[in-house]
Nanobody
């Protein structure tokens, strides 16, 4: 059974940083491109970053230069380092495969950027 568990969210002031983690179980990690998604209140879920099995990365324009995705294949973990956070980054953040597999969505982790 596949399970993705996100952690690391919280409340941070504008300009601050957070590091999100996502641990994958169920032997999926090494087989897939992994990504971070987010869903803000009243908006559709969107992809913000992705990383291939070999480590190639791609970012949404809204986070480029501020967010960094990485993965540790030995630990079945994908990370999202978020710097220079803005209020518009406030959302629930999820990890999943690219493309996303519906059954894999976890609970996400809330990120709130506010002064």
């Amino acid at each position: 059974q596949v399970q993705l568990v996100e952690s690391g969210g919280g409340l941070v002031q504008p300009g601050g940083s957070l590091r999100l983690s996502c641990v994958a179980s169920g032997s999926i990690f090494s087989n897939y491109i992994m990504g971070w998604y987010r869903q803000a209140p009243g908006k559709q879920r969107e992809s913000v970053a992705r990383i291939s099995r070999a480590g190639s990365t791609n970012y949404a324009d809204s986070v480029k230069g501020r967010f960094t995705i990485s993965r540790d294949n030995a630990k079945d973990t994908v990370y999202l380092q978020m710097n220079s956070l803005k209020p518009e980054d406030t959302a629930v953040y999820y990890c999943n495969t690219i493309p996303a597999i519906g059954n894999y969505w976890g609970q996400g982790t809330q990120v709130t950027v506010s002064s």
